[in-house]
Protein backbone atom coordinates (compact mmCIF):
# COMPACT_ATOMS: atom_id res chain seq x y z
CA UNK A 1 0.00 0.00 0.00
CA UNK A 2 1.14 3.41 -0.66
CA UNK A 3 0.76 5.64 1.97
CA UNK A 4 1.03 9.11 0.20
CA UNK A 5 -2.11 7.62 -1.97
CA UNK A 6 -3.53 6.34 0.58
CA UNK A 7 -3.51 9.87 2.68
CA UNK A 8 -4.10 11.88 -1.00
CA UNK A 9 -7.80 9.23 -0.93
CA UNK A 10 -8.81 10.19 2.31
CA UNK A 11 -8.48 13.72 2.51
CA UNK A 12 -10.11 13.82 -1.18
CA UNK A 13 -13.30 11.94 0.85
CA UNK A 14 -13.05 14.03 3.88
CA UNK A 15 -13.28 17.54 1.62
CA UNK A 16 -16.56 16.25 0.17
CA UNK A 17 -17.84 14.41 2.85
CA UNK A 18 -21.03 17.34 4.85
CA UNK A 19 -22.79 15.17 7.39
CA UNK A 20 -20.93 14.22 10.65
CA UNK A 21 -21.85 10.84 10.53
CA UNK A 22 -20.26 10.03 7.61
CA UNK A 23 -17.06 11.87 9.16
CA UNK A 24 -17.09 9.96 11.85
CA UNK A 25 -16.91 6.63 9.70
CA UNK A 26 -14.05 7.65 7.62
CA UNK A 27 -12.12 8.74 10.86
CA UNK A 28 -12.87 4.66 12.10
CA UNK A 29 -12.32 3.27 9.10
CA UNK A 30 -8.65 5.17 8.48
CA UNK A 31 -7.73 4.96 12.05
CA UNK A 32 -9.96 3.47 14.27
CA UNK A 33 -9.18 -0.39 15.99
CA UNK A 34 -9.87 -2.21 12.94
CA UNK A 35 -8.87 0.61 10.03
CA UNK A 36 -6.16 0.93 7.83
CA UNK A 37 -3.21 2.62 10.26
CA UNK A 38 -3.59 -0.84 12.63
CA UNK A 39 -3.39 -2.88 9.71
CA UNK A 40 -0.20 -1.17 8.83
CA UNK A 41 0.93 -1.20 12.45
CA UNK A 42 -0.23 -4.90 12.39
CA UNK A 43 2.03 -5.42 9.52
CA UNK A 44 5.47 -4.61 10.28
CA UNK A 45 6.53 -7.76 12.27
CA UNK A 46 6.04 -9.31 8.98
CA UNK A 47 8.27 -7.09 7.02
CA UNK A 48 12.01 -6.59 6.05
CA UNK A 49 13.74 -5.38 8.94
CA UNK A 50 15.07 -2.38 6.93
CA UNK A 51 11.12 -0.86 5.85
CA UNK A 52 9.75 -1.60 9.25
CA UNK A 53 10.95 2.05 10.27
CA UNK A 54 9.55 3.77 7.43
CA UNK A 55 6.09 2.04 7.71
CA UNK A 56 5.81 2.77 11.10
CA UNK A 57 6.89 6.25 10.48
CA UNK A 58 4.41 6.46 7.77
CA UNK A 59 1.41 5.09 9.45
CA UNK A 60 2.04 7.32 12.60
CA UNK A 61 1.93 10.28 10.01
CA UNK A 62 -0.65 9.45 8.45
CA UNK A 63 -2.81 8.93 11.62
CA UNK A 64 -2.06 12.30 12.66
CA UNK A 65 -2.62 13.60 8.98
CA UNK A 66 -6.67 11.76 9.09
CA UNK A 67 -7.00 13.38 12.64
CA UNK A 68 -6.24 16.70 11.52
CA UNK A 69 -8.37 16.70 8.59
CA UNK A 70 -11.43 15.26 10.18
CA UNK A 71 -11.30 17.90 12.88
CA UNK A 72 -11.26 20.74 9.83
CA UNK A 73 -13.88 19.64 8.40
CA UNK A 74 -15.69 19.36 11.21
CA UNK A 75 -14.76 22.71 12.19
CA UNK A 76 -16.25 24.19 8.89
CA UNK A 77 -19.21 21.65 9.55
CA UNK A 78 -20.17 23.41 12.20
CA UNK A 79 -19.57 26.90 11.37
CA UNK A 80 -22.14 26.79 7.79
CA UNK A 81 -24.48 24.73 10.24
CA UNK A 82 -24.38 27.83 12.55
CA UNK A 83 -24.27 30.45 9.81
CA UNK A 84 -27.53 28.52 7.85
CA UNK A 85 -28.80 28.71 11.23
CA UNK A 86 -29.19 32.44 11.38
CA UNK A 87 -29.75 32.66 7.76
CA UNK A 88 -33.08 30.80 8.64
CA UNK A 89 -34.28 33.46 10.52
CA UNK A 90 -32.97 30.87 13.79
CA UNK A 91 -34.54 32.67 16.80
CA UNK A 92 -32.88 31.88 20.39
CA UNK A 93 -35.93 33.65 23.17
CA UNK A 94 -32.69 32.96 26.02
CA UNK A 95 -30.72 35.31 24.77
CA UNK A 96 -31.12 38.69 26.50
CA UNK A 97 -33.25 41.38 24.39
CA UNK A 98 -30.83 44.26 23.48
CA UNK A 99 -31.61 47.46 25.77
CA UNK A 100 -34.22 49.80 24.42
CA UNK A 101 -33.20 52.77 24.43
CA UNK A 102 -36.25 55.52 25.63
CA UNK A 103 -36.80 59.15 24.49
CA UNK A 104 -38.06 61.69 26.79
CA UNK A 105 -39.99 65.02 25.83
CA UNK A 106 -37.67 68.10 25.83
CA UNK A 107 -38.44 70.14 29.36
CA UNK A 108 -39.89 72.44 27.23
CA UNK A 109 -42.52 70.55 25.50
CA UNK A 110 -43.07 68.93 28.75
CA UNK A 111 -43.61 72.22 30.56
CA UNK A 112 -45.71 73.66 27.49
CA UNK A 113 -47.90 70.82 27.28
CA UNK A 114 -48.42 71.37 31.03
CA UNK A 115 -49.22 75.21 30.61
CA UNK A 116 -51.18 74.28 27.82
CA UNK A 117 -53.64 71.55 29.31
CA UNK A 118 -54.29 74.08 31.92
CA UNK A 119 -55.12 76.76 30.09
CA UNK A 120 -57.98 74.49 28.17
CA UNK A 121 -59.21 73.73 31.28
CA UNK A 122 -59.64 77.37 31.61
CA UNK A 123 -61.35 77.97 28.46
CA UNK A 124 -58.83 78.83 26.66
CA UNK A 125 -57.69 78.21 22.79
CA UNK A 126 -54.12 77.61 22.29
CA UNK A 127 -53.11 79.49 19.10
CA UNK A 128 -49.75 79.34 16.63
CA UNK A 129 -48.53 81.80 14.88
CA UNK A 130 -45.69 82.34 12.22
CA UNK A 131 -42.31 83.00 13.54
CA UNK A 132 -41.96 85.01 10.30
CA UNK A 133 -43.90 88.14 10.59
CA UNK A 134 -44.81 91.36 9.01
CA UNK A 135 -43.53 94.51 10.43
CA UNK A 136 -47.03 95.03 10.89
CA UNK A 137 -47.97 92.45 13.61
CA UNK A 138 -44.89 91.95 14.99
CA UNK A 139 -44.76 95.72 15.99
CA UNK A 140 -46.96 98.85 14.30
CA UNK A 141 -50.20 97.00 15.53
CA UNK A 142 -48.59 96.41 18.87
CA UNK A 143 -48.13 100.18 19.37
CA UNK A 144 -44.84 99.98 18.97
CA UNK A 145 -43.72 103.37 17.10
CA UNK A 146 -40.99 103.32 14.75
CA UNK A 147 -38.37 104.68 16.69
CA UNK A 148 -38.78 102.72 19.40
CA UNK A 149 -35.90 100.74 21.31
CA UNK A 150 -37.29 97.19 20.25
CA UNK A 151 -37.35 97.96 16.47
CA UNK A 152 -33.54 98.63 16.49
CA UNK A 153 -31.54 96.08 14.22
CA UNK A 154 -29.67 95.53 17.56
CA UNK A 155 -32.19 93.45 18.77
CA UNK A 156 -34.14 92.26 15.43
CA UNK A 157 -33.15 89.65 12.82
CA UNK A 158 -34.70 91.29 9.14
CA UNK A 159 -35.48 89.22 6.61
CA UNK A 160 -34.03 90.60 3.26
CA UNK A 161 -36.53 89.80 0.55
CA UNK A 162 -35.80 90.66 -3.02
CA UNK A 163 -39.07 93.06 -5.07
CA UNK A 164 -42.47 94.25 -3.32
CA UNK A 165 -44.22 93.22 -0.05
CA UNK A 166 -44.26 94.09 3.22
CA UNK A 167 -40.88 94.01 5.89
CA UNK A 168 -40.59 90.68 7.56
CA UNK A 169 -38.71 89.91 10.77
CA UNK A 170 -38.33 86.89 13.00
CA UNK A 171 -40.58 88.11 15.51
CA UNK A 172 -38.69 89.05 18.69
CA UNK A 173 -42.06 88.37 20.80
CA UNK A 174 -44.91 86.10 20.90
CA UNK A 175 -47.48 89.20 21.10
CA UNK A 176 -48.02 89.65 17.46
CA UNK A 177 -50.50 86.37 17.76
CA UNK A 178 -52.73 88.92 19.77
CA UNK A 179 -53.67 90.24 16.92
CA UNK A 180 -54.06 87.57 15.02
CA UNK A 181 -56.46 86.01 17.50
CA UNK A 182 -58.67 89.20 17.69
CA UNK A 183 -58.68 89.24 13.95
CA UNK A 184 -59.91 85.53 13.74
CA UNK A 185 -61.91 84.47 17.09
CA UNK A 186 -64.76 86.55 17.67
CA UNK A 187 -64.57 88.64 21.06
CA UNK A 188 -65.42 87.46 23.99
CA UNK A 189 -62.21 84.72 23.81
CA UNK A 190 -59.55 83.75 26.04
CA UNK A 191 -56.23 82.47 24.31
CA UNK A 192 -52.38 81.59 24.31
CA UNK A 193 -49.90 81.19 22.16
CA UNK A 194 -46.52 79.08 23.11
CA UNK A 195 -43.70 79.44 20.88
CA UNK A 196 -40.48 80.40 19.36
CA UNK A 197 -39.17 84.12 19.70
CA UNK A 198 -35.97 85.30 17.93
CA UNK A 199 -33.54 88.15 19.07
CA UNK A 200 -29.93 89.60 17.29
CA UNK A 201 -28.42 88.89 20.57
CA UNK A 202 -24.85 88.49 22.03
CA UNK A 203 -25.20 84.97 23.32
CA UNK A 204 -24.19 84.35 26.54
CA UNK A 205 -25.80 82.06 30.00
CA UNK A 206 -28.73 83.94 30.18
CA UNK A 207 -29.75 84.95 26.79
CA UNK A 208 -30.11 83.22 23.55
CA UNK A 209 -31.21 84.49 19.84
CA UNK A 210 -33.41 81.89 19.87
CA UNK A 211 -35.83 81.00 23.15
CA UNK A 212 -39.76 80.24 23.94
CA UNK A 213 -42.28 82.80 25.06
CA UNK A 214 -46.24 81.95 25.71
CA UNK A 215 -48.31 84.73 25.14
CA UNK A 216 -51.87 85.20 26.50
CA UNK A 217 -54.78 87.33 25.89
CA UNK A 218 -58.27 87.97 27.04
CA UNK A 219 -60.95 89.85 25.53
CA UNK A 220 -64.42 90.53 27.10
CA UNK A 221 -66.57 93.20 28.63
CA UNK A 222 -65.03 95.58 31.69
CA UNK A 223 -62.00 92.97 31.88
CA UNK A 224 -59.55 94.60 34.76
CA UNK A 225 -56.46 94.31 36.58
CA UNK A 226 -58.99 91.96 39.04
CA UNK A 227 -59.38 89.42 36.25
CA UNK A 228 -56.07 89.61 34.60
CA UNK A 229 -54.86 88.84 38.98
CA UNK A 230 -56.86 85.81 39.51
CA UNK A 231 -55.99 84.48 35.84
CA UNK A 232 -52.22 84.86 37.02
CA UNK A 233 -52.53 83.29 40.84
CA UNK A 234 -54.56 80.31 38.47
CA UNK A 235 -51.78 80.34 36.45
CA UNK A 236 -49.13 79.65 38.97
CA UNK A 237 -50.68 76.94 41.23
CA UNK A 238 -50.97 75.35 37.93
CA UNK A 239 -47.16 75.65 37.87
CA UNK A 240 -46.20 75.35 41.34
CA UNK A 241 -48.87 73.33 42.46
CA UNK A 242 -49.86 75.59 45.52
CA UNK A 243 -51.14 79.01 46.11
CA UNK A 244 -48.45 81.97 45.88
CA UNK A 245 -48.85 85.76 46.65
CA UNK A 246 -48.12 88.06 43.68
CA UNK A 247 -47.63 91.87 43.20
CA UNK A 248 -47.82 94.27 39.85
CA UNK A 249 -44.99 96.98 39.76
CA UNK A 250 -45.25 99.21 37.00
CA UNK A 251 -43.66 98.35 33.71
CA UNK A 252 -43.80 100.16 30.69
CA UNK A 253 -44.71 98.44 27.36
CA UNK A 254 -46.34 100.00 24.62
CA UNK A 255 -48.99 97.54 23.71
CA UNK A 256 -51.01 97.77 27.69
CA UNK A 257 -52.31 100.41 29.75
CA UNK A 258 -51.56 100.08 32.30
CA UNK A 259 -48.34 97.61 32.11
CA UNK A 260 -47.13 95.67 34.64
CA UNK A 261 -44.08 93.33 36.09
CA UNK A 262 -45.65 90.73 37.99
CA UNK A 263 -43.80 89.03 40.82
CA UNK A 264 -44.74 85.97 42.44
CA UNK A 265 -43.45 85.04 46.34
CA UNK A 266 -40.44 82.46 46.06
CA UNK A 267 -41.42 79.39 45.54
CA UNK A 268 -38.21 77.50 46.59
CA UNK A 269 -37.82 79.75 50.27
CA UNK A 270 -39.20 81.73 52.72
CA UNK A 271 -36.55 83.79 54.10
CA UNK A 272 -34.68 84.38 50.88
CA UNK A 273 -32.20 82.21 48.45
CA UNK A 274 -30.15 81.93 45.66
CA UNK A 275 -33.04 81.70 42.63
CA UNK A 276 -34.84 84.91 44.36
CA UNK A 277 -32.07 86.80 44.86
CA UNK A 278 -32.24 86.56 48.67
CA UNK A 279 -35.85 89.01 47.30
CA UNK A 280 -38.38 86.08 48.27
CA UNK A 281 -40.20 87.55 45.38
CA UNK A 282 -39.29 86.16 41.69
CA UNK A 283 -40.04 88.25 38.46
CA UNK A 284 -43.00 85.80 36.48
CA UNK A 285 -43.96 87.96 33.70
CA UNK A 286 -44.94 91.66 32.04
CA UNK A 287 -48.81 92.26 31.76
CA UNK A 288 -51.31 94.50 31.51
CA UNK A 289 -54.82 95.82 30.11
CA UNK A 290 -54.56 95.52 26.14
CA UNK A 291 -54.20 99.13 24.98
CA UNK A 292 -56.64 100.77 22.72
CA UNK A 293 -55.06 101.44 19.93
CA UNK A 294 -53.96 97.37 19.75
CA UNK A 295 -57.76 96.80 20.38
CA UNK A 296 -58.07 98.76 17.35
CA UNK A 297 -54.96 97.35 15.36
CA UNK A 298 -57.02 94.33 15.79
CA UNK A 299 -59.95 95.30 14.78
CA UNK A 300 -62.02 95.22 18.03
CA UNK A 301 -64.23 98.69 18.94
CA UNK A 302 -62.19 99.93 22.24
CA UNK A 303 -65.15 101.49 23.54
CA UNK A 304 -66.92 98.10 24.06
CA UNK A 305 -64.26 95.37 24.60
CA UNK A 306 -61.33 95.39 26.60
CA UNK A 307 -58.98 92.92 27.89
CA UNK A 308 -55.73 91.79 29.72
CA UNK A 309 -52.11 90.46 28.05
CA UNK A 310 -49.52 88.54 29.10
CA UNK A 311 -46.28 87.49 27.51
CA UNK A 312 -44.67 85.24 30.06
CA UNK A 313 -40.69 83.53 29.20
CA UNK A 314 -41.06 80.17 28.87
CA UNK A 315 -37.41 79.67 28.96
CA UNK A 316 -36.84 81.29 32.01
CA UNK A 317 -40.14 79.41 33.31
CA UNK A 318 -38.20 76.03 32.74
CA UNK A 319 -34.78 77.39 34.01
CA UNK A 320 -36.61 78.12 37.17
CA UNK A 321 -38.31 74.82 37.11
CA UNK A 322 -35.95 72.73 36.96
CA UNK A 323 -32.63 74.89 38.09
CA UNK A 324 -30.81 75.23 34.61
CA UNK A 325 -28.45 77.33 35.38
CA UNK A 326 -27.67 77.74 31.54
CA UNK A 327 -30.26 78.85 28.89
CA UNK A 328 -27.78 77.56 26.18
CA UNK A 329 -28.52 74.07 27.40
CA UNK A 330 -32.21 74.12 26.01
CA UNK A 331 -30.85 74.37 22.29
CA UNK A 332 -28.10 73.04 22.34
CA UNK A 333 -29.31 69.17 21.72
CA UNK A 334 -26.73 67.69 24.17
CA UNK A 335 -27.74 64.33 24.77
CA UNK A 336 -25.88 64.31 28.26
CA UNK A 337 -28.45 67.48 28.91
CA UNK A 338 -31.38 65.42 27.50
CA UNK A 339 -31.32 62.29 29.24
CA UNK A 340 -31.60 64.05 32.76
CA UNK A 341 -35.28 64.59 31.45
N1 LIG B 1 -43.89 90.95 24.29
C1 LIG B 1 -43.14 91.43 25.44
C2 LIG B 1 -41.67 91.10 25.31
O1 LIG B 1 -41.35 90.15 24.68
C3 LIG B 1 -43.65 90.81 26.71
C4 LIG B 1 -45.03 91.25 27.08
C5 LIG B 1 -45.23 92.31 27.92
C6 LIG B 1 -46.13 90.58 26.60
C7 LIG B 1 -46.47 92.73 28.32
C8 LIG B 1 -47.43 90.98 26.98
C9 LIG B 1 -47.56 92.07 27.84
O2 LIG B 1 -48.52 90.38 26.55
O3 LIG B 1 -48.80 92.44 28.23
O4 LIG B 1 -40.86 91.78 25.85
Not at 23 to 49: H, W, Y
Amino acid sequence: MDIDTTLAEARERIRACDDAAALKAIEREMVGKDGVVSALLASIPSLPAEERRAVGQGANQLKQAVLDAVAERTAALESSAVEAQRGAGHFDASVPAPAVERGSLHPLTRVTRELEDQFLSMGYHVLDGPEVETDFYNFEALNIPPDHPARDSQDTFFIEREGEGPELVMRTHTSPVQIRAMQRLTPPFRAIAPGKTFRNESVDASHEHTFHQMEGIVIGEDISVGHLIGAMKTLLRGIFNRDLDVRLRPGYFPFVEPGFELDARCPFCETGCSVCKRTTWIELLPCGLVHPAVLSAGGLDPERWSGFAFGLGLSRLVMLRYGIDDVRHLLSGDLRFLEQF
